[in-house]
């Protein structure tokens, strides 16, 4: 496979950002070591905003030949008041739960779990000078920046917080130099502290990346936030700015459980989610069952997608790519509830898998029902 081969699997659909093509390429073309990351807080149930976003670029980067990872940030989530604020849980969780959840994701988005390095954030943390990098780090950094910064976490400026929070931001960067990873891999709402990694790449005095005496810009690579499926708090949405405003703070989310399925849902649980979802007739600029379609259905192109609807009105209509779909929507030609039907259908179909898996092994589930879920 070429470079370029490579390069377009790390664009593929969901990937919305790469900082930058060019570093990217540089990388390939120097034969760096390609350690590719993604870090999660352990913080409730995995949606499909978590597991199928997350689960379709790892696939991408295993078949570009990079060496995938997922790192399972309990200390974070701990800082961050997850699961009630218990560590021994937040741990139990992360383990038992959270990469049996993601390893089913990884799976049935077309990529190899067996392949994926899962490691506890408390595994290094505790150990070496870590924290020797998370200091270097914050000494290139101002306190302003790392305010601006806390929003990754979830948090507002603002937001009455405790100290421990501001290291938060200072950790994630460190959490990127410190396991030499060459590309760091999140949603959009993370892309603050990857800024930060790439301003203070040439800075650092400790752990900077290091190939042939080269000091490496780590390459942030950033997916699409699945639409959550509620109304967003105003509609209809006049300005743009409003628009683009309301979009960045209705991704999926865990703590509303109709704004999102999760990879374990049955299927009567998903349709009834399908049906409730936010999905205006002919509205295609803010629909969370088009998000979906998009950013799953059609991740590859061209691909088949049949709605199954009755004679009378049209009979069964196949599309091969997503902007044929979003055009007979915008015009009327397609029913928001046969769109919704036929989207729940395709998940239900796509997460089998999955609830076999948790059939066969409830003890993960029947392990988060018995933890606090806390923002």
Partial sequence: MDIEDR???????????????????????????????????????IHLGTGLMAGAKIADFQKAGIKTRVFLADWHSWINDKLGGDLETIQEVALKYFKVGMERSIEVMGGDPKKVEFVLASEILEKGDYWQTVIDISKNVTLSRVMRSITIMGRQM????????????????????????TIAHAGMDQRKAHVIAIEVAQKLRYHPIIHNGEKLKPVAVHHHLL????????WP??????????????????????SAVFIHDSPEEIKQKLR???CPA??????????????????????????HRPAKFGGDVTYTTFEEL???????????????????????DLLEPVRKYFEKHPEPLKLMQQVRITR
């Fill in 7 to 45: 390069i377009n699997l790390v664009l593929k659909k969901p990937t919305e950002e790469v900082l930058t093509v060019e570093n990217l390429r540089h990388l390939f073309e120097v034969g760096a070591p390609l350690q590719h990351y993604i870090g999660f807080e352990i913080s409730g149930y």
């Fill in 158 to 181: 603002g937001e009455a917080i405790d100290f421990a929070k501001l290291i938060y931001p200072m950790m994630q960067v460190a959490d990127i130099f410190y396991q030499g990873v």
């Fill in 227 to 234: 639409l959550g499926l509620q109304e967003p708090p105003k």
């Fill in 237 to 258: 949405i006049e300005s743009e700015e409003e628009f683009k405003e309301i979009k960045a703070q209705m991704k999926m989310s865990k703590s509303k459980p109709y």
């Fill in 276 to 278: 409730k979802a936010f």
């Fill in 282 to 307: 002919r509205e295609v600029r803010y629909n969370p069952v088009l998000d979906w379609a998009e950013y799953i259905i059609f991740r590859e192109e061209p691909t088949e997608f049949t709605i």
């Fill in 326 to 348: 979003k055009k007979d929507f915008a015009e009327g030609k397609l029913h928001p509830l046969d769109l919704k039907n036929a989207v729940a259908e395709y998940l239900i």
